[in-house]
T-cell receptor
Framework: GDSVTQMEGPVTLSEEAFLTINCTYTATGYPSLFWYVQYPGEGLQLLLKATKADDKGSNKGFEATYRKETTSFHLEKGSVQVSDSAVYFCALNRGGADGLTFGKGTHLIIQP | GAGVSQTPSNKVTEKGKYVELRCDPISGHTALYWYRQSLGQGPEFLIYFQGTGAADDSGLPNDRFFAVRPEGSVSTLKIQRTERGDSAVYLC????????????FGPGTRLTVL
């Protein structure tokens, strides 16, 4: 079945550091890929998405590129802020299915 | 505007009891989803409604779980004969369409089965 694997957390960085959170997937067909974020005390919200190979999703300084050859969708940000501290979830939506398949989540902690 | 709301926010029940969890989607959203999130895990898909009908219930773990959406808006997730392993946060999401459309999540209902 479909699955998403993302790096274990917590990931602790200093403010203004470069961020990468790895995400790889297994799916049949041509899935759409998503990053969701959950800030402390809040619900899940969409951060960015990409619907086909080589697409780049971007939002709030975060980027991720859909790499079909490596089945990856790594999340990056050039300079993180304390306010980026949250749990980040990589997810896919397989063509023909409607529910999302999520990874386990990566807890990101940014220290001032 | 109002987002997705879920009630109750917390529910504590005893093993063997019946529980109902309610979801109010964003007005106008035709698609509604239920997920279950266990501690330290990502959300796990349970069921998807398009309008009033369950278009995909492949994620429901067993026949103790059932969900309805009789008027195409509010949905209720029903769990019979609860077990301790049902303890989790139950999330509801809605979207304007399906597939690639953004899913908007509610705050969840934390269910604890003693």
């Amino acid at each position: 079945g479909d699955s998403v694997t993302q790096m274990e957390g917590p990931v602790t960085l200093s403010e203004e550091a470069f961020l990468t959170i790895n995400c790889t997937y297994t799916a049949t067909g041509y899935p759409s890929l998503f990053w969701y974020v959950q800030y402390p005390g809040e619900g899940l919200q969409l951060l960015l998405k990409a619907t086909k190979a080589d697409d780049k999703g971007s939002n709030k300084g975060f980027e991720a590129t859909y790499r079909k050859e490596t089945t990856s969708f790594h999340l990056e940000k050039g300079s993180v802020q304390v306010s980026d501290s949250a749990v980040y979830f990589c997810a896919l939506n397989r063509g023909g299915a409607d529910g999302l398949t999520f990874g386990k989540g990566t807890h990101l902690i940014i220290q001032p | 505007g109002a987002g997705v709301s879920q009630t109750p926010s917390n529910k504590v029940t005893e093993k063997g009891k019946y529980v109902e969890l309610r979801c109010d989607p964003i007005s106008g959203h035709t698609a509604l989803y239920w997920y279950r999130q266990s501690l330290g895990q990502g959300p796990e898909f349970l069921i998807y409604f398009q309008g009033t009908g369950a278009a995909d219930d492949s994620g429901l773990p067993n026949d103790r779980f059932f969900a309805v959406r009789p008027e195409g808006s509010v949905s209720t997730l029903k769990i019979q004969r609860t077990e301790r392993g049902d303890s989790a946060v139950y999330l509801c999401a809605s979207s304007f369409g399906a597939r690639d459309n953004e899913q908007f999540f509610g705050p969840g209902t934390r269910l604890t089965v003693l």
